[in-house]
């Protein structure tokens, strides 16, 4: 099952959101633990990485992440996610669209840690 964590690079505080590998069960177990975790942070300070590398995407997983996303908006400033590939490219354009934010993709846990470094500067 994934995890939710807070991480530190460069002194930066990052949430990690690891939905890798994860059924939709799992996916929304963690989507409900994250929520709290979300919504106790202050309005627009959260650097967010999601992984969703081999993360079993179906209709049920993509609306969850909808609706998650969504939920994030108002607390999360910037945010990366790893893992889109295939088919996903789509279900991440579905999400984009619905909640009308903006994020980055990352092929690396590196590259997205970077990013969000030089974005926040």
Same mark, same amino acid.
Request: hydrophobic share 40%; proline share 2%; aromatic share 6%.
């Given at each position: ?43 627009? /300070?959260?650097?967010? %990485?999601?992984?969703?590398?081999? =993360?079993?995407?179906? @209709? *049920? ?5 909808? !609706? ?30 619905? /909640?009308?934010?903006? %994020?980055?993709?990352?092929?690396? =846990?590196?590259?997205? @840690? *970077? ?5 926040? !500067?």
């Amino acid at each position: 099952m994934g995890e939710i964590k807070f991480i530190t690079h460069h002194e930066k505080k990052i949430l990690h959101l690891d939905f890798a590998g994860c059924n939709s069960t799992e996916v929304s177990a963690l989507i409900n633990d994250a929520k709290k975790v979300i919504a106790a942070q202050p309005h627009h /300070s959260l650097s967010v %990485i999601s992984d969703v590398t081999d =993360m079993k995407a179906n @209709k *049920e997983v993509t609306q969850m992440m909808k !609706e998650f996303t969504a939920h994030n908006k108002p607390f999360v400033k910037q945010s990366v996610v790893l893992g889109i590939t295939g088919i996903k490219k789509v279900l991440y354009q579905v999400v984009i669209k619905f /909640s009308n934010r903006k %994020i980055t993709l990352a092929n690396t =846990m590196d590259e997205a @840690k *970077e990013y969000l470094r030089k974005d926040a !500067e």
